[in-house]
């Protein structure tokens, strides 16, 4: 991190209970791997942006292969954004406890609603506007 602020990028340090997305994970990943192996799998409905390359997987044996190298390879999360714009992608909802994806999303894609719905969010507002909720329904029916 010192570095990379000595040579003029911005750090900021992930507050994360395990250390995904680098090589020194291959091991869990292999384990990982043969767990999902025996895990029934069908081709996902809705194509799947990978994580990894920022393309789409639309076959069961792509996610499964994705869901372990994942662990082990870094993530491609400004590409996966600029796939998702590229596709239709009418909104952006993150569902978690913070917002870190939602803000690197609101710094990548313009004009494209970002929410975050936190751990903290009351019931009342985890409901979707019924725009959006439309606009997920159209673009399911557009890829199938």
């Not at 994942?70 to 796939?83: D, F, K, M, P, Y």
């Amino acid at each position: 991190m010192a570095l990379a602020r000595q040579k003029g990028a911005r750090v900021i340090r992930l507050p994360i209970s395990v250390p995904g997305h680098i090589p020194m994970m291959r091991e869990a990943a292999d384990e990982l791997g043969c767990i999902l192996a025996r895990v029934p799998f069908r081709d996902p409905e809705v194509p799947v942006v990978s994580n990894i390359t920022a393309l789409l997987l639309t076959h069961a044996e792509e996610v499964r292969q994705e869901l372990s190298d994942q662990l082990c390879s870094a993530v491609q999360w400004g590409r996966c954004l600029v796939t998702m714009a590229n596709e239709g992608v009418a909104a952006f909802v993150e569902v978690g406890p913070g917002e870190t994806l939602s803000r690197i999303a609101r710094r990548v894609i313009d004009g494209i609603p970002v929410h975050a719905l936190g751990k903290d969010d009351n019931a009342p507002e985890l409901l979707l506007p019924a725009a959006l909720v439309e606009g997920c329904a159209s673009r399911l029916e557009r890829v199938r």
